[in-house]
């Protein structure tokens, strides 16, 4: 999932951002340096040329500190969205909270399904690592899907007898953390342009400073994904992709002769999508790139007649430990839940239409929730749920702020 590792890769070099940007200050101060500069031009014209000539007896910190006290903050949700998306923000959730931990069936992950979503679990259960396919139906998508989390425990009921082994050798040798396996039939034929995949929030973002540093990385991120849609300091946080453009692999088949998802991996086969796909040659590199154009996107769609599986993995973000790892080095791991909260990240694909899901499952971590001491604390997350915005119009979005 392409768009999971982008998201990710943005997050922790803000993080870094915001470490350089305290160390730059404290030398600045050890200096008697004069504060930052201003962040408003409005407050910048009003405001003394000197620091110094406005506040004589304070020290730089104490200067730094005062000045952007009186200053908005960048990111602050009050400046991005009227009274009224307000209170649709603070009525909007991902469903009902999950149990509490101590009755999680698997640990320190649980899945759910949230209600906005129109998903129903159709057969077997909702879980991971069980090496058993659930199957599942919305208004739009209906299939079966498999979820592979790298040394996470199988269920203790509901998974195959050879559950662990096969975990163990898919895993062998890779650096993947992460597999999800969607395979079924669309119900109505969608423009490649108007299936997206990616994460949907219902809460600002902590944590997350440096918007002109953040916008700069976005447009270096959709240099090499054009369908790339971020919004991360709205107050309902939103990132897209292209469907097409994010699956590791895409394999389209005749009814009777789609791969089995319990296999380990897959082979690209995309010649049913026509026109340039025509041929059988197009690699899934090569897939993505196309597909990824929107332009080009808008000339092939996703057909009722053939069965789609869809295979995501990635290596950067831990299911287990809820971080990113992207260098492989402990010291450069960013905590996931500083910067969610208790908001959980989904796997999901979606229409540009409002409430119109192929799939959305919600991964949930126990350190996440902050449960272990009170199982009944209520999330900030967890109110009345209410279906997110179109991807082409997020209403929690501002539109200054839409790369």
Known sequence: METVTAALIVCL?????????????????ERGRAPSRWTSESEHRSAPEKASEAMPCADAREIEKSTHERLPRASAPARMLDKKRDVMAKASGHGPPPPPVSRWNQRPLHMTIPSYAGCKITRGALTYN???????????????????????????AAAAP???????????????T???????????RIRADETVTGHEFFQPLLGIPGKRFVKTLVHILRAMNPSLRMSLFAR????????????QVISIDTPGDEPDITRGSFEENNSKFGG???????????????LADVKKAKQYSFSTD?????????????????????????????????H????PPQIMARTSRPGEYLFCFCMWHERALARETNDERPSRAHTSPSPPASPRNPRGASSKLRF
């Open 13 to 29: 070099l803000v993080w870094l951002a915001a470490v350089f940007t305290r160390w730059r200050t404290r030398t600045r101060d």
């Open 130 to 156: 069980s090496e058993i396919p659930f199957e599942f139906e919305t208004s739009v998508f209906a299939g079966r899907c498999l979820i592979r989390f790298r040394d996470c425990p199988p269920p203790p």
């Open 162 to 176: 050879d559950a662990a082994r096969r975990l163990e050798e898919y895993f062998r040798g890779r650096a993947r």
């Open 178 to 188: 992460f597999q999800c396996v969607v395979q079924g039939k669309f119900k109505r």
């Open 236 to 247: 309902k946080p939103q990132v897209w992709t292209f469907l097409g453009a994010s699956a």
């Open 276 to 290: 340039a796909f025509a041929s059988g040659r197009l690699t899934s590199a090569q897939r993505r790139r196309l």
């Open 306 to 338: 053939d069965v789609y599986t869809f295979d995501f993995y990635q290596h950067v973000f831990d299911p287990k430990t809820f971080t990113l790892n992207i260098l492989g080095l402990d010291a450069f791991r960013v905590d996931v839940a500083r």
């Open 340 to 343: 969610v909260g208790d908001q």
